[in-house]
């Protein structure tokens, strides 16, 4: 999650879209043109004839080679607009090379957090970690739920024993521009996952012909909440540009799977699914009254038949967002009103909504990160030093006015899935926002050859140490598993079961 801002992005998207139609409604018209996607072709096509032999170019070959003060920057003529800076960073993990760095886009600069394995650095596989929002920063993932250190109080980092370095190196991202301290100089934005993935992709693939030891790696990206938008588009991109980066004589990425943590890739699915989960026993017992239940159970099929009409059949903007308006309304308030965390609905909001999402100990991480000797240790740039927020709202709004939530990745998944990249989605079964019950049915409605195998198999239990773990289904390189009383940030609840659940999906086991 970002911790959620999900539920920030759902109000925002539904504010926005009610202000658009009131004082703004031209900005619909270009921001849906923009979802033609005019797929990526500017780099391929401002490339096109250049072949990279190796003597033009000359690889790092091995991060032991960076210095611990100052960045050493590399590039590839092959991106001619992209940079990467870094250096070797010491903290968070005494026992692993650990490495932070920008990736420079002109004048636009991605933060990111490199540690290498506990296990084995030069056999394991690398893991691309980012948190959702959008604006979410992927330090929430670091030091709140899976990184090699929590900052959970004032003591600042300790050590994480089930840390998803364990046994693979793993990439922490700030992205989009503008959220953590990635930054950009002359205050331009990303407002959608099509223009966030052209960065990432080009950072992986300058990333893995820099360094040739990682070069050919199995390749996962992971993530959580609104990651559940991004990563599939991400793989996409980097799926594709390995055509791409073939032809011009360079490696291709070893893209091996999606992990996918609490997704919102169907907010078709997801917002019927509310009902569920606040009036059915789905996971626990029904929160809201008898009265409530009933009155939303009769909103629920109008609210799929608009959405059907005017978001899935076809695609109007204005229509669109007045369905999924009214559809959030009518089936979100009740649940705001009962003062439940809407990301573990086993426990209330402590904290607010606004300032912490109902996580007051996400403060702990952010009053680290806003420390200046710890911004100037891990190369935080001068322009983006200063109080650190773990989410940025302008970001939030910005995608929401482009109304990115509105378009489903379940068709990047399934093509995902037929080119052969193994995806994984994984739900803490109390998370409300992003819950499991919505994530089922879209992975049970997704149209792809390996549609009647998946739907065929029944929910069986996965258990660790004996322990029943969550319920998952499984076919073709495609995984569904509930993970038992978890909420919507999953390692943070379930530490020692969320490392298991990876570990075998990496080695390829069953669950
Ligand atoms: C890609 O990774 C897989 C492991 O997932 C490995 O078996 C395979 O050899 C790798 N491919 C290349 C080209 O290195
Ligand atoms: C809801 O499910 C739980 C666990 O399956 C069960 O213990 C409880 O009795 C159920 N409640 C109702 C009202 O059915
Ligand atoms: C958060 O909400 C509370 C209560 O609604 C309000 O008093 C406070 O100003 C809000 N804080 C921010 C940062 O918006
Ligand atoms: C940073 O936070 C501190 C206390 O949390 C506050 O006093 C200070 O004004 C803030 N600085 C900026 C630039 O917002
Ligand atoms: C569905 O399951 C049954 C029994 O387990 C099996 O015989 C059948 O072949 C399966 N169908 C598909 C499409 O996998």
């Known amino acids: 999650m970002g911790v959620t801002q999900v539920a920030q992005i759902l109000a925002l998207a539904l504010a926005s879209s009610v202000?658009?139609?009131?004082?703004?409604?031209?900005?619909?018209?270009?921001?849906?043109?923009?979802?033609?996607p005019q797929f990526e072709t500017e780099r391929f096509v401002m490339n096109k004839p250049a072949q990279y032999d190796r003597g033009m170019f000359t690889p790092l070959e091995t991060l032991d080679a960076l210095s611990h003060s100052?960045?050493?920057?590399?590039?590839?003529?092959?991106?001619?607009?992209?940079?990467?800076r870094t250096k070797k960073t010491k903290f968070c993990d005494?026992?692993?090379?650990?490495?932070?760095?920008?990736?420079?886009?002109?004048?636009?600069h991605l933060f990111f957090y490199f540690f290498e394995s506990r296990s084995d650095p030069a056999k394991d596989d690398v893991i691309f970690w980012t948190n959702g929002g959008p604006g979410g920063s992927s330090s929430i993932g670091l030091f709140m739920e899976l990184g090699p250190c929590k900052v959970l109080d004032e003591k600042g980092p300790t050590f994480h024993e089930h840390?998803?370095?364990?046994?693979?190196?793993?990439?922490?991202?700030?992205?989009?521009?503008?959220?953590?301290?990635?930054?950009?100089?002359?205050?331009?934005?990303?407002?959608?996952?099509e223009e966030a993935a052209k960065d990432i992709a080009a950072f992986v693939a300058i990333f893995f012909e820099n360094f040739e030891q990682f070069k050919g790696r199995a390749f996962h990206m992971a993530g959580e909440s609104y990651g559940g938008r991004y990563l599939p588009l991400f793989a996409a991109e980097i799926y594709d540009q390995n055509a791409w980066?073939?032809?011009?004589?360079?490696?291709?990425?070893?893209?091996?799977?999606?992990?996918?943590g609490n997704g919102m890739s169907d907010i078709y699915s997801m917002l019927p699914a509310y009902y569920v989960m606040q009036c059915e026993n789905a996971s626990l017992d029904p929160i809201l009254s008898v009265a409530e239940c009933v009155a939303m159970k009769k909103l629920i099929p109008r609210c799929t038949r608009w959405m059907k009409a005017e978001c899935i059949d076809h695609f109007d903007a204005i229509n669109c967002a007045a369905a999924t308006?009214?559809?959030?309304?009518?089936?979100?308030?009740?649940?705001?009103?009962?003062?439940k965390n809407p990301y573990d609905m086993s426990s209330d909001c402590e904290g607010g909504l606004n300032e912490t999402f109902c996580y007051p100990v996400i403060s702990h991480?952010?009053?680290?990160?806003?420390?200046?000797?710890?911004?100037?240790?891990?190369?935080?740039?001068?322009?983006?030093?200063?109080?650190?927020?773990?989410?940025?709202?302008?970001?939030?709004?910005?995608?929401?006015?482009?109304?990115?939530?509105?378009?489903?990745t379940v068709d990047h998944i399934g093509a995902l899935l037929e080119h052969g990249v193994r995806v994984l989605?994984?739900?803490?079964?109390?998370?409300?926002?992003?819950?499991?019950?919505?994530?089922?049915?879209?992975?049970?409605?997704?149209?792809?050859?390996?549609?009647?195998?998946?739907?065929?198999?029944?929910?069986?239990?996965?258990?660790?140490?004996?322990?029943?773990?969550?319920?998952?289904?499984?076919?073709?390189?495609?995984?569904?598993?509930?993970?038992?009383?978890?909420?919507?940030?999953?390692?943070?609840?379930?530490?020692?079961?969320?490392?298991?659940?990876?570990?075998?999906?990496?080695?390829?086991?069953?669950l």
């Open 19 to 36: 202000l658009a139609r009131g004082g703004h409604s031209s900005s619909f018209g270009s921001s849906s043109e923009r979802f033609f």
């Open 70 to 84: 100052e960045y050493t920057t590399f590039g590839h003529p092959a991106f001619p607009k992209y940079n990467v």
């Open 94 to 108: 005494g026992t692993v090379n650990s490495y932070t760095g920008y990736i420079d886009v002109e004048a636009r």
């Open 163 to 193: 840390s998803w370095n364990s046994n693979a190196n793993i990439f922490f991202i700030d992205q989009p521009i503008g959220v953590g301290f990635s930054y950009a100089e002359y205050g331009e934005s990303v407002a959608t996952t």
């Open 245 to 260: 980066l073939i032809q011009n004589g360079l490696t291709p990425v070893n893209l091996s799977s999606v992990m996918i």
């Open 325 to 339: 308006s009214f559809c959030q309304t009518s089936i979100e308030s009740p649940f705001w009103k009962t003062g």
């Open 365 to 408: 991480l952010s009053r680290y990160l806003s420390k200046l000797d710890v911004q100037k240790h891990i190369g935080v740039d001068p322009p983006a030093r200063g109080n650190f927020s773990a989410a940025n709202m302008d970001v939030s709004a910005a995608f929401a006015l482009t109304l990115d939530i509105l378009y489903p």
């Open 425 to 510: 989605v994984y739900v803490g079964s109390y998370d409300w926002i992003c819950n499991w019950v919505g994530n089922e049915q879209w992975t049970l409605a997704m149209e792809w050859s390996g549609q009647a195998a998946f739907v065929n198999q029944t929910l069986r239990d996965w258990t660790v140490d004996g322990k029943f773990a969550g319920r998952t289904r499984s076919a073709k390189g495609f995984t569904f598993a509930t993970v038992h009383a978890a909420g919507h940030m999953v390692p943070y609840d379930k530490p020692v079961e969320s490392l298991k659940l990876i570990q075998r999906w990496m080695a390829g086991e069953a």
